[in-house]
């Protein structure tokens, strides 16, 4: 009988220690699970900021090229220049009643 006792507290003891490396394993595990989810997020938040800038970047072109065309004077006549009219000779004369 203590030998059946014997091998019963070794097995005991034996199964005592892969529950203590099963857990040691399962906090680890989570650990590596904790560290890959904030990888993700970073990843994620990294992903849209080039986006954002990408974005930005597209409005800065758009508006240097409305401000280039603004100020070219060839493409589009200035309002002040569109409203000039001078008389021509062949206009009659004007009159006011």
Do not use: C, G, W
């Not at 409005?59 to 401000?67: F, G, I, N, S, V």
């Amino acid at each position: 009988m203590s030998k059946e006792i014997e091998e019963q507290q070794q097995f005991a003891y034996e199964l005592k220690e892969q529950l203590r490396s099963l857990e040691a394993d399962r906090v680890r595990i989570t650990e590596q699970i904790k560290a890959i989810e904030a990888k993700l997020i970073v990843q994620e938040l990294r992903d849209k900021v080039r986006v954002k800038r990408e974005e930005i970047n597209q409005l800065r072109a758009k508006k240097q090229e409305l401000e280039e065309k603004l100020k070219s004077p060839e493409k589009a006549p200035a309002p002040e220049e569109q409203m000039q009219f001078t008389p021509s000779q062949e206009d009659p004369p004007r009159t006011h009643f």
